[in-house]
């Protein structure tokens, strides 16, 4: 099955909607993404991405080749120059990491186990009681 993400005007994903692969194939048999963009605007309307399910952080889940740095999901952005899904950012103080096109806190996550949400205001991880 193929992914697809509708992008707004202003490039932030609406919606992902899940594609049979016949309908982005051509005469040969190739999945390509144009076709499938295609199908999804006639039927739908709207601007259409395709998008890895088995991307995240540049990585792909089954060792394949990473597609667009991230799965696409509503409220992510669409960034035409790096060619990546970038998710809505979760705090201020936040770094974009250019390598994943994910947000990286200040301070690492503890590697100790435990679970822990971040403090904007004391810029710290907090642990979850």
Not at 53 to 75: E, I, M, S, V, W
Request: charged fraction near 25%; charge should be neutral.
């Amino acid at each position: 099955m193929a992914h697809f993400a509708e992008i707004n005007d202003s490039n932030i994903v609406l919606r992902v909607l899940v594609l049979n692969n016949l309908d982005t194939m051509d005469n040969d048999g190739n999945e390509v993404e144009s076709i499938g963009a295609k199908y999804l605007s006639d039927g739908f309307g709207g601007t259409w991405l395709k998008t890895s399910y088995n991307t995240f952080a540049n990585h792909h889940r089954l060792n394949g080749t990473p597609f667009r740095k991230n799965f696409a999901g509503k409220g992510y952005t669409y960034d035409k120059s790096r060619d990546a899904f970038i998710p809505p950012k979760p705090y201020k103080s936040w770094t974009l990491n250019e390598d994943t096109c994910q947000w990286d806190s200040p301070k690492p996550y503890p590697s100790d186990g435990k679970t822990y949400s971040w403090n904007e205001k004391t810029q710290s991880w907090k642990k979850k009681e």
